[in-house]
């Protein structure tokens, strides 16, 4: 009898992990269905695609619709005298990207250290806004935000867009503060009689321990900013990113009879650059954030 209670108990507490898995699963199956529906739809004609919006393509595929894509991928400036192609919307992507996810990732990792390592009553109130910041989004900062990076001599600078990602707010500040304040207090003593100081210790030996946990913030940050395409369109007017080209290759009227062939073909290409990154490093995106170390 007891056997038979305890493993009524273990149905039970399986139960909301099953429901758990059923819905994880039925979200994996909608986003390869979308995936599969999008790389379909690209390699069609206008016409199969009117005539089976959702079947795979028959007959013969159009990879043309690619190299049309990539032809028209482009976004106009100076009143379209100059026209800005894919490949160099990837360069200004990875500027912003990889710059921006740099300092979005170091000022919270400094921060956190600092506020986790030494005891100080400052300290405690960045970790109290830290908390409570992320409960109150910040809204209606734009008008302010293009003002003072106007007046700063920041605007339309990449310098200027990674300062904007500079900041300590967000969860990633909360790992980083976990992650350091779990790590031993015994390295660093050791380090601090050899006459170490505390900028050496972060660098030499608390960046490095939290090293792949670093990594895997700036990895998550620099997908996260390579799909933004509002800052870029309001803070680098003159350096449009693929995800902006995106944007405005999707309302642009001159493939609008190519619609949706020619456009899902370019969201592909804008799709393709990621799925690499995901791919090669899909085990620390989807592994936990932990720091390594050694323990007390």
């Known amino acids: 009898m007891k056997n038979f209670g305890e493993k009524i108990k273990k149905c039970v507490g399986g139960l909301p992990a099953f429901i758990l898995f059923l819905i994880m699963a039925a979200y994996v199956l909608f986003i390869a269905f979308l995936l599969l529906w999008g790389l379909s739809v690209s390699l069609k004609s206008v016409a199969q695609f009117r005539a089976s919006p959702l079947g795979f393509p028959k007959g013969e595929w159009h ?10 991928f482009t976004v106009p400036l100076h009143g379209g005298r100059v026209q800005i192609g894919l490949l160099v919307q ?29 005891s100080f009553r400052f300290g405690k109130i960045v970790y109290a806004i830290a908390v409570i ?12 935000q293009l003002r003072l990076m106007s007046l700063l001599g920041l605007y339309d600078s990449f310098f200027g867009v990674w300062l904007m990602q500079a900041s300590f707010l967000g969860v990633y500040f909360l790992i980083f503060h976990a992650a350091y304040s779990g790590t031993p207090k015994d390295i ?46 309001l803070f680098l007017p003159s350096y449009p990113t693929a995800a902006y080209g995106m944007y405005y290759y999707f309302f642009d009227t001159k493939t609008t009879s190519a619609w949706p062939t020619m456009k899902i073909a370019g969201a592909i290409l804008l799709l393709t650059p990621v799925m690499a990154i995901f791919l090669l490093f899909q085990k620390r995106l989807v592994g936990d954030l932990m720091l390594g170390g050694v323990k007390e």
């Open 63 to 72: 990879f043309e619709n690619y190299l049309d894509a990539f032809k028209t």
């Open 90 to 118: 990837y360069g200004y992507s990875l500027l912003y990207a990889l710059g921006g996810a740099f300092f979005a990732t170091l000022v919270p990792c400094i921060t956190a250290y600092v506020t986790a390592k030494f």
């Open 133 to 144: 910041a992320l409960g109150f989004p910040i809204v209606g900062a734009l008008p302010s």
């Open 188 to 233: 660093a003593e050791a380090a601090e009689i050899d006459g170490a100081g505390n900028f050496r210790i972060f660098l030499e030996i608390a960046l490095p321990l939290s090293g792949k946990l670093f990594f895997t913030v700036m990895l998550i940050k620099f997908i996260g900013l390579w799909n933004d395409y509002q800052t870029p369109m």
